[in-house]
């Protein structure tokens, strides 16, 4: 994760820090234990977090991504293994094989569809 903050406006880190599930994810990719309170933060809004953000696929380098990361990500974004290979594992998070309205619900909102990546086939 240091990478890929480092590669952005500190203005926009700052933004994206404001989100709570990004926070708990950093916090887990510098290797530190979430507190109970943390952990059902991420549970709770992981999924609508990955809506709203147009989240459709996850890649985990192994080598890299902590075990307690890569675990707590499987399970709050509910994700499904499509394939690995050289090390690293793709993920589709399941919401964005569905339709989902972002915006308000005024009726002038559209939904968003992802286009499904098939299984790798060994």
Known sequence: MVGATSRITRRE???QFRFPVVRTIVALSEGRELSSAERGVLLAQARRFA???RLGYIVMDRGRTPESLRRAAIEAFDLIKIGEDGGHELYQVPAADSEVV???KDGNS???LMPPIAPIDR
């Open 13 to 15: 880190l700052a933004r």
């Open 51 to 53: 809506a709203r953000a």
């Open 102 to 104: 972002l915006g308000p």
């Open 110 to 112: 559209r939904p968003l």
